[in-house]
């Protein structure tokens, strides 16, 4: 009897765990969201106790701009900010918390780069792939530990719980996202900025700055775990006709960002 109700609840939990996400893929997810922002909440509350944050307006009010163009078209309040760190990098988390790097700000050349940069982690949220990944990774009756964990930063686990969230690399340990979840978030990124009324050819563009930037021996810990140039730029042009059409019913509808770096 115990164990047909156990196989009976493990039914019910995988029935219920397999999702959808934005693009059609389907998904194996069972952690409460609300759970798994949390995680995102502490580790960004973290991150902004133990490193600094970037005293330069300039690049407060160029960040904040180009996210919350981006985000409009979400829905939701997102917290946005810059830290100091010479790194060309920037993330989202699960709670709608979105950092960016000085070095990734120096780096770009206008509010249509940000912006691909941005859209692609927003994409991450949006696509639960923390979510997902901590469903892979952990049993229901650790996932609390590993929420508790992300207070720990210094813990195995805690890095662990870090990692999986996507900002592990901050505490010394990367959990690289599947390339299936980066191109994902490419495709979901690109389709976001030409919503909110940014050029998504400036992606390309983008993509070929980090290259010759990782030539340079600029330390890129965004492109560390990120698909090769090629397939990322070759999944780009794919879908950047349908990205230019969405560009233009946004324009036509006045979003035209004006981002000043």
């Known amino acids: 009897m115990l164990k047909k109700t156990l196989l009976t609840a493990v039914i019910a939990m995988t029935m219920n765990a397999c999702v959808t996400s934005p693009t059609g893929r389907s998904q194996f997810i069972f952690m ?3 759970q798994v922002n949390q995680m995102g ?3 960004f509350d973290s991150m902004k106790s133990k ?20 985000t409009r078209e979400v ?4 917290e946005v900010v810059v830290f100091e760190d010479d790194t060309l990098n920037a993330f989202a988390l699960p709670g709608n918390k979105i950092g960016v790097h000085s070095g990734l700000i120096n780096l770009v050349d ?9 859209g692609h982690e927003i994409g991450h949220v949006l696509s639960r792939h923390s979510n997902e990944r901590l469903s892979q990774e952990t049993a229901v ?14 813990t195995a686990l805690g890095q662990t719980a870090l990692g999986l969230l996507g900002v592990g690399a901050q505490y010394g340990v990367i ?6 979840h980066e191109t994902e978030a490419d495709t979901i990124g690109l389709d976001l900025m030409a919503k909110a009324g940014f050029d998504p050819r400036q992606s390309i563009n983008l993509w070929l700055k980090m290259e010759q930037a990782a030539q340079g021996g600029q ?3 965004f492109m560390s775990t990120h698909p090769s140039h090629s397939s990322r730029i070759d999944n780009l042009n794919q879908h950047m006709n349908h990205a230019l059409q969405l560009q233009q019913q946004a324009w036509s509808m006045g979003k035209q960002p004006h981002c000043a770096k």
């Open 32 to 34: 409460p969201d609300n």
């Open 41 to 43: 909440l502490q580790a």
């Open 51 to 70: 490193n600094p944050v970037s005293q330069n307006p300039r690049f407060s009010q160029f960040a904040q701009c180009v996210a919350y163009s981006l």
């Open 75 to 78: 829905g939701g309040q997102w």
């Open 110 to 118: 206008n509010q249509d780069q940000l912006a691909a940069v941005i």
């Open 141 to 154: 009756s650790t996932g609390l530990s590993m929420v508790q964990a992300v207070s720990q930063p210094q």
């Open 175 to 180: 959990l690289p996202y599947s390339r299936i």
């Open 219 to 221: 330390p890129i810990e």
